[in-house]
């Protein structure tokens, strides 16, 4: 396949430019995806894309293993405003434990004042004043006392039972204070000492009262949103003073499972050891590099029971609905219902929430997002771009298409592969923006840079050939090419007869104008007939056919143009007499044969131009016509080629710098336009021919004369008249077969 000076040219300023702008989009994606910067358009398109496969692959079921024990708008018209008292409180446990036989429960409200609600500190204010000297009084009131601690009393129904109190921590950001007893921590500030997780820290919380939290376990129940404020996880762990806390759900899964120690896995890479996973009993709950676990969401709102408080209080429900079940109790009344967004909703109880992360912890199904997801992510970019940027140039707009599409599915497949398969989050918005971009940006600079190519062939053979065949080159700039190569084409030479002597007669705007109304129309002629003009040489033109655009044609088309020229060159005498001008009179000489054509020259300077003996030829053809007194002569190759006109036959020569003899001819004109007139004195011309190769100088001579004498002292019969009687007092050599040598240009 030739190398083309046009793909190469124009593919070379592309790469190279398209290259460096690629090379820094692709810096960009990577210094992004390593956390140098963030660019917010990519952060909140991953989070939708996240948010986008946790719908696409949520089983929308409801998960029967954990009920939610509601304080909705009903239990609060039954029993009161909250909080209830206490005494509400442990009766609902006993209720659930005793009665319905559930599994375990946990709390995502907090208890953080003392139920006063009672009246017991009235009672004891008046056995310390008006009552204290009344014995009877003392004595019922501590007979009435264990019935009236409803803190006490909640706490004895705590006691012993796998219950999960919740709490909350708050962050600088909400100030520093802090309320009620924590539990004891999970872990201790040694354990996670030469870890590089980045754990969120506590300023403050407000916990439980000590009485309930020491009958009871404890999580914390705090979220901390993303960015964009939607909760896709939950902190598996927070620090607070060196010592690390567990969440709500953690702690309901440890008491569920019965365990009472959590493995914490950090591999140790070198100096670099971070927190993957948490290990509770067989269950795995992976986290990412802030101690934060994915909610694993099963659906919208709804997608575990609903019972309400009031019903469990009242013992409505089947005595078996509840039996072996988790149960999280929260509210959905308004006012204190507890709403997040989430990727399924933007209004989303909290108490789902949690309710969703432990059926995932218990399932085994939470997404994982370690710390090395992130090195994943940017070697997938890597590739990514290295192969698009290597690939996309190289293609055809629709194979670029069809490669970006494969590509982009490929992530996509991969990526939903991984999500799937092995519950791995990985990037998929960058490296398909990455993909996207680095498409656009080929085609744009690829658009540019054929634009480009199209101006460069309009600038490189717009000065060669007519306007319509630049058209129609720049339609496929890659087609065409200044390299040299040899090929069959015709090449025409013309050539102002006596230019000398009528230069000497016109001063120089005179020569101009001249020049200019000659050159103008015949170049018009040459584009007409699609030839290509190599140059002008002061008065002379030089044109060939079939390149840049090969054409079948090129010898049709090269004596038709110079038929027309000469028909033109009649109507410019009539228009230059008219402004005092001399006639002018042409030359024409034209020859077909392989020709190197191409891009030739010095370091200096450079011309689109064909050389080779056929375009000597041509040269030569074109001085011969004033030997002959004809306008235009053409090589026998020519005449081969042509039909539909009229040749005559004028001589076989050699010319200067070449040894074989040509038959050259002149073309008379369209068949069907030439006169019988013409047509009988070719006839008798080749029979002259015939004779004079005989030798047969006499009977040459007499039809010579007799064309004379019709017809003229033309130069042609002048010359060959001239001949005879030289050949007479000179006979030529043996072998000779009329061939006549020119030693001259």
């Known amino acids: 396949m030739k190398t083309n000076w046009f793909r190469t040219h124009e593919q070379g300023l592309r790469h190279h430019a398209g290259r460096v702008i690629d090379l820094l989009i692709l810096a960009v994606f990577l210094l992004q995806a390593s956390g140098v910067f963030e660019i917010d358009l990519l952060r909140r398109l991953e989070a939708i894309a996240y948010d986008t496969r946790v719908q696409l692959t949520m089983p929308k079921t409801v998960f029967p293993g954990i009920v939610i024990v509601d304080i909705d708008e009903k239990s609060l018209a039954e029993e009161g405003r909250w909080p209830w008292g206490r005494d509400h409180m442990a009766v609902l446990m006993d209720q659930l434990f005793d009665h319905y036989k559930i599994a375990a429960a946990g709390f995502d409200v907090v208890f953080a004042e003392p139920d006063e609600n009672s009246g017991l500190q009235v009672l004891q204010q008046l056995g310390q004043t008006e009552l204290k000297a009344v014995p009877q009084y003392q004595v019922a009131l501590e007979k009435l006392r264990p019935s009236l601690e409803h803190d006490a009393l909640f706490a004895a129904s705590l006691q012993g039972r796998p219950v999960v109190l919740g709490y909350h921590f708050s962050s600088a950001s909400d100030g520093i204070h802090t309320s009620g007893t924590l539990p004891p921590p999970l872990f201790s500030n040694e354990v996670f000492k030469q870890t590089n997780t980045q754990f969120l820290t506590a300023s403050g919380y407000s916990a439980n009262l000590a009485v309930l939290q020491e009958a009871a376990a404890g999580g914390f129940f705090s979220f901390v949103p993303g960015f964009d404020g939607v909760s896709r996880s939950v902190p598996m762990l927070i620090q607070y003073q060196g010592n690390y806390y567990e969440s709500l759900t953690l702690a309901l899964a440890r008491v569920v ?24 009993g067989a269950m795995r709950i992976p986290v990412d590099e802030h101690a934060n676990a994915l909610v694993p969401y099963r659906g919208g709102k709804g997608s575990f029971r609903y019972i309400s408080a009031s019903d469990v209080l009242h013992g409505r429900l089947p005595l078996d609905d509840l039996a072996d079940k988790i149960v999280l109790i929260g509210t959905s009344a308004p ?60 293609l055809s707009p629709v194979k670029a298409i069809m490669a970006t599409i494969v590509a982009l599915l490929s992530i996509f497949i991969g990526n939903l592969a991984a999500w799937q398969q092995a519950d791995m989050v990985l990037p998929v918005a960058s490296p398909m923006l990455l993909i996207l971009i680095l498409f656009v940006v080929d085609i744009v600079s690829g658009f540019f840079f054929e634009s480009r190519a199209k101006k460069q062939m309009s600038g490189l053979f717009g000065q060669y050939i007519p306007p319509e065949l630049v058209v129609e080159m720049s339609r496929d700039p890659a087609m065409f090419d200044m390299k040299s190569e040899n090929k069959e084409m015709t090449v025409l030479f013309s050539d102002i007869r006596d230019f000398t002597k009528i230069s000497e007669t016109l001063d120089a705007n005179e020569l101009s104008q001249l020049i200019n109304a000659y050159l103008t129309p015949m170049t018009g002629i040459i584009h007409h007939h699609q030839g290509t003009i190599d140059k002008y040489i002061g008065d002379a033109i030089m044109a060939f056919w079939s390149a840049p655009i090969t054409d079948a044609l090129h010898a049709q088309h090269a004596l038709m143009a110079a038929l027309e020229m000469q028909s033109r060159l009649q109507e410019l005498s009539v228009a230059f007499a008219k402004k005092g001008w001399p006639e002018l009179h042409i030359g024409i000489g034209i020859n077909t044969g392989v020709m190197s ?33 004809i306008g235009m002569l053409v090589g026998e190759s020519t005449r081969n080629k042509v039909t539909g006109i009229v040749f005559q036959e004028i001589d076989q020569v050699t010319v200067k710098g070449k040894r074989e003899p040509v038959t050259i001819y002149c073309p008379l004109g369209l068949e069907g336009a030439v006169t019988q007139r013409i047509l009988d004195n070719v006839a008798r011309f080749d029979s002259v021919l015939a004779l004079y190769r005989a030798r047969e100088w006499a009977a040459a001579e007499t039809i010579l004369l007799s064309l004379q004498e019709n017809e003229g002292k033309h130069r042609l019969y002048s010359l060959y008249l001239e001949r005879i009687a030289n050949y007479r007092l000179n006979p030529p050599p043996e072998g000779w077969v009329g061939v006549f040598e020119f030693s001259t240009k």
Do not use: C
């Not at 499972?257 to 509770?280: F, H, K, R, W």
């Open 257 to 280: 499972l019965g365990v009472d120690q959590v493995t914490p896995v950090t591999p140790q890479n070198g100096d670099y050891s971070a927190l993957e996973e948490l290990i509770v």
């Open 597 to 629: 054509v191409g891009n030739m020259g010095s370091e200096f300077r450079r011309a689109y131009t064909v050389m080779g003996d056929s375009v000597n030829l041509a040269s030569r053809l074109e001085s011969l016509t004033k030997q002959y007194g």
């Open 335 to 394: 006012g204190l219902m507890d709403l997040r967004a989430t990727p399924v909703s933007n209004v989303f109880p909290g108490v789902e929430v949690h309710a969703n992360l432990l059926a995932g912890i218990l399932e085994q199904n939470i997404k994982q997002k370690p710390i090395y997801a992130k090195a994943i992510g940017i070697v997938t970019l890597l590739a990514t771009g290295i192969l698009m940027i290597w690939l996309l140039p190289r």
